[in-house]
């Protein structure tokens, strides 16, 4: 077959409105244009006063997300200020998530939405869905060097997570957006803490102006300042609980009538047949499930790395780790984006990655806290000084409240040395670490090796799931 592909996307207006601000934030700030983003500050008010905003937990790919105090029923809750284009189409799918959530009660491990009104602004009229507060997402408790998980958080956390997606399988839908961002762990009640409270614990919020590249003044359509979202492992007390909910219900939908358009999920989380362009299904729920098992247990996902952002990418790796995709889609061909298409104008065949990698050694590698965060090899490392820049703050452990939940790779010292990023020096370092015990290895070996099978059809379900002994290490887990 030949490889010529003439085709190239035209080029795109990709011009930069905005400088980009000083404080880590994921929202996109471009979006702050009319269709786009509502441009929130601290201490704006809602629905006729009810809700004030306080601080920021987060942003998502369609919405801003903030703490704000319910004046009425003296409560905080989450408004989750949706994109104006996107607030018809989410609403609706969005919709009968929460439904099927609301009707499970508090033991299902479902975010229920409390109510909804809208927002009309500069941008456009936005829906703004008010919900439970709950704590950081198992993104940034489970992240590589900057947050793990204890062991038996993740094999809790990651049973919950299946026990919400099985039951919203057993609604007749599926949440078709099941990654660790969308999986987040709650709060200890909050509500007799006051807005004073909320600052003396997190700090107050950090906000850095938002400033448009040629100099001129914002006009409405974009908020005068960025807001940070509160880091909950920056107070010195712990009111993260170690229970998890399942959030974002946007991409959420009935197992009779698949979206025919791709998920917006990102590519590290796609099975293997939606990445090709088969409709997404409860098996599709449960290969992400897989990836989030693996993320929460090890810090990285197992089909994750900088190089993987479209599916064909994500294809790529999958091949790498299980050996080739089946027969039938292999006459796939891929576009400029990385995108699957039939049309041989726009798209060529695949190419491959070079190189192998197992699913068991992925498992059996994966590295533990050491005892008293530290590791003595006896080979006379030099103390690494490299790295000038670095903060020393990053080598602190989290304070003490946390240290049944979670630990910080970047405060292990192998050898007089820190553990920091991805290079030579620091693999060696890693090497260093301990493994987890090979007991549980097998287990859940085990386990990831029966989600992550091309065939959506031999996968377990997320209900069959529940009963394999990897959760049940500890117990019989709820
Ligand atoms: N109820 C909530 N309580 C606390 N933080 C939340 C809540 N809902 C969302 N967040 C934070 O906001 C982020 C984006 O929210 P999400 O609903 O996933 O939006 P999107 O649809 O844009 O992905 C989440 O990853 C999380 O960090
Ligand atoms: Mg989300």
Known sequence: MSLLCNYEP?????EERFLLPNVETTEEVE??????????????????????????????GFATVWLARDEKEKKW???????????????????????????????????AELRRFTIDGPNGHHLCLVLPVLGPSSSQLSSNFTCRL???????????AVKAVSAIHAHGLCHGDVTTANILFNLL????????????????????????????????EA?????????????????IGSDVALIDFDQCFSMSSPPEKMLGTPAEFLAPEVAVGLPASPASDVWALGCCIFRLRSGEGPFSNYEVTSPVDLLRIVIQTLGDIPLEWQDTLWDYYGQPTKDPSKGKPLSKWEGERSLKDLVYRIWEQPEGNVVE?????????????RDEEENKPFPPCFSDMVWKPTAVKVDNTYIFGYNDESLALLEAMPKIAEREAALLY???????????????????????????????PD
């Open 377 to 389: 090899t006896g080979t006379g490392r030099p103390e690494y000084k490299a790295w000038d820049a």
């Open 223 to 239: 908020p005068r300042y960025i807001v940070k979202a509160l880091d909950f492992l920056s107070s010195t007390s712990n009111i």
């Open 77 to 111: 809750v989450a408004l989750k200020v949706i994109l104006a284009e996107k607030s018809v189409s989410l609403g609706e799918n969005s919709h009968i998530g929460y439904q099927a959530a609301s009707s499970f009660s508090g033991e299902s491990k479902l975010v």
């Open 31 to 60: 979006w702050y244009t009319p269709g786009g983003f509502h441009p929130v500050h601290l201490g704006d008010t809602y629905d006729d006063g009810r809700y004030r905003i306080v601080h920021r937990l987060g942003a998502g």
């Open 446 to 476: 085990d386990l990831l090796s029966k989600i992550f099978v091309y065939d959506p059809q031999k996968r377990p379900t997320a209900s069959e799931l529940l009963n394999h002994p990897w959760f049940q290490m500890d117990g019989q």
């Open 150 to 160: 204890k062991p038996w958080l993740a094999r809790r956390a990651s049973y919950q």
């Open 189 to 220: 009640d909050i509500d007799h803490l006051g807005e004073a409270d909320i600052y003396r614990l997190f700090g107050s919020p950090v906000t850095d102006e938002l400033q448009i590249e040629s100099g001129e003044a914002t006009g409405p």
């Open 10 to 14: 035209e080029e795109e207006d990709n």
